[in-house]
């Protein structure tokens, strides 16, 4: 099998034209993740169509274009128009009731909501239906804010080089904030002290979080973004 795609936790290789084989390097069950896309499918939830979950793999449908990340790096000037894709993105998703199976993180107390909360441009591909979600891995029912936050977190503590990225990291954030209705300031602290436990952090990511996990609002928290901003 060609190896078309390596994350963190998972390799993707080509099985043919339409379909790929996601498997997570180090095992595990993918029956929770498989089952929730195949619910969001059904619900009109931009997700990759699964064919078959076993084990610590799972049979996608291949998806055809670049992520929100390539994106961005290729066409920096979209930034402000893909983080607001990135809002709107989170404000479908928390559209849907979360069903009673999937596991509560950062719970309501009556309305828990669907939340990947892993929802940053590496995980969007852009393709010519539109925007596509993937990696539910780290989902669950809970809070439309500490979703926000968590991406916030995400973006805002990513080891980037260089002023040209950090600038565009601001417009990137703005652009989340201008495109989604949850306030996310009440879970930044919360969101960043999760996001602690990350154990594939570069040193660098781990001391913003560290300061934002015990300090101010967090990046864009705070206030509400125009929402006809460029």
């Not at 029956?31 to 619910?39: A, I, K, N, V």
Request: with cysteine; hydrophobic share 35%; glycine share 14%.
């Amino acid at each position: 099998m060609e190896l078309i795609a390596r994350g963190r936790s998972a390799d993707v290789y080509a099985l043919d034209d339409s379909r790929v084989l996601r498997r997570y390097r180090h095992g595990g069950c993918t029956g929770l993740e498989s089952r929730l896309m195949t619910h969001l499918a059904a619900c009109g939830y931009p997700v990759p169509r699964v064919y078959e979950a076993t084990g610590a793999d799972m049979v996608l449908e291949r998806l055809a274009g670049p992520t929100m990340l390539d994106e961005l790096v290729r066409r920096p000037w979209r930034v402000s128009s893909l983080g607001r894709e990135l809002g709107r993105l989170h404000d479908r998703l928390h559209a849907l009731p979360a069903p009673e199976w999937l596991p509560q993180r950062f719970s309501t107390t009556d309305d828990d909501r669907v939340l990947h909360m892993d929802l940053h441009p590496g995980n969007v591909i852009l393709t010519g239906r539109g925007p596509v979600v993937i990696d539910w891995c780290n989902a669950g029912a809970g809070d439309p804010a500490a979703d926000v936050a968590m991406t916030m977190v995400t973006v805002g503590s990513a080891d980037v080089p260089g002023l040209a990225a950090r600038f565009g990291r601001g417009l990137l954030l703005r652009g989340i904030r201008g495109g989604c209705r949850t306030d996310p300031a009440g879970r930044m602290r919360e969101a960043a002290r999760a996001k602690l436990g990350d154990p594939h952090l570069t040193p660098a990511e781990a001391a913003w979080l560290r300061r934002h996990a015990h300090g101010g609002g967090g990046p864009g928290g705070g206030r509400r973004a125009d929402r006809s901003g460029g």
